[in-house]
């Protein structure tokens, strides 16, 4: 086993992996050392899985509970005038309210948003106890190696490289290369979690999933 190499050997590696154009070498190779120091500070392992899962999935049945609520509410709205309370005539402003169904409701909306983002928080949690039961146990540092090595190629700069799938393509390599600096083992193959990943994507990409940043990964940049 070779001696574990610093960050800066692991950023020059990157580099040379990427190839970008010479103009940008020291852009990319500054924009790499970024991210190989997160990999390399943050701390896993240490959520309360069941806890926290427990604790959204609550979060999640208030959510639920609140927004059956405020449909019943919105619900008044859309009566037809005769089914509507009556009001005085000071109160001729809110009856032409009641009598205006309205054209959004953006409280549940937000409580929407909310719902998704609660259940795409859950998603992990829910893959690591089921990995505690018996599964196939998830790590979290390569799914957070491939989802910065991703985001470091596949965005729009000079160095952007198609992320592809093959064993020397940037993706893997670069994947790779972060899971070393969080790990100190090197050459580890991390095709399962970016095969993972790119599934994610395009089913985004043709509208039928999300794309969000792991609940994982803003875990570990809130312990940066």
Same mark, same amino acid.
């Given at each position: 086993?070779?001696?574990?190499?610093?960050?800066?050997?692991?950023?020059?590696?990157?580099?040379?992996?990427?190839?970008?154009?010479?103009?940008?070498?020291?852009?990319?190779?500054?924009?790499?050392?970024?991210?190989?120091?997160?990999?390399?500070?943050?701390?896993?392992?240490?959520?309360?899985?069941?806890?926290?899962?427990?604790?959204?999935?609550?979060? *999640?049945?208030?959510?639920?509970?609140?927004?059956?609520?405020?449909? *019943?509410?919105?619900?008044?709205?859309?009566?037809?005038?005769?089914?509507?309370?009556?009001?005085?005539? *000071?109160?001729?402003?809110?009856?032409?309210?009641?009598?205006?169904?309205?054209?959004?409701?953006?409280?549940?909306?937000?409580?929407?948003?909310?719902?998704?983002?609660?259940?795409?928080?859950?998603?992990?949690?829910?893959?690591?106890?089921?990995?505690?039961?018996?599964?196939?146990?998830?790590?979290?540092?390569?799914?957070?190696?491939?989802?910065?090595?991703?985001?470091?190629?596949?965005?729009?700069?000079?160095?952007?490289?198609?992320?592809?799938?093959?064993?020397?393509?940037?993706?893997?390599?670069?994947?790779?290369?972060?899971?070393?600096?969080?790990?100190?083992?090197?050459?580890?193959?991390?095709?399962?979690?970016?095969?993972?990943?790119?599934?994610?994507?395009?089913?985004?990409?043709?509208?039928?999933?999300?794309?969000?940043?792991?609940?994982?990964?803003?875990?570990?940049?809130?312990?940066?």
């Amino acid at each position: 086993m070779r001696k574990r190499r610093t960050l800066d050997e692991i950023a020059d590696e990157a580099v040379e992996v990427i190839d970008p154009p010479a103009a940008s070498r020291e852009a990319c190779h500054a924009s790499l050392m970024d991210h190989i120091k997160m990999m390399s500070r943050a701390r896993f392992g240490l959520l309360p899985t069941r806890r926290a899962l427990t604790s959204l999935e609550d979060y *999640a049945k208030a959510l639920r509970a609140v927004k059956a609520k405020a449909a *019943a509410v919105e619900a008044v709205f859309w009566l037809p005038a005769r089914d509507q309370p009556s009001v005085s005539a *000071a109160g001729e402003a809110l009856g032409r309210a009641w009598r205006t169904p309205p054209t959004s409701s953006p409280f549940i909306d937000s409580l929407n948003d909310e719902l998704k983002r609660v259940e795409q928080m859950c998603e992990p949690l829910r893959d690591h106890v089921n990995g505690l039961k018996g599964a196939r146990p998830k790590d979290p540092r390569a799914s957070a190696a491939a989802w910065e090595a991703l985001g470091i190629i596949d965005r729009d700069c000079p160095w952007r490289r198609k992320p592809t799938l093959t064993a020397e393509g940037p993706w893997l390599r670069l994947s790779s290369l972060l899971y070393e600096a969080s790990t100190g083992e090197d050459n580890r193959d991390l095709s399962r979690y970016c095969r993972k990943l790119m599934r994610s994507r395009r089913a985004f990409l043709r509208g039928r999933g999300s794309w969000r940043q792991p609940h994982i990964i803003q875990m570990v940049r809130a312990k940066t």
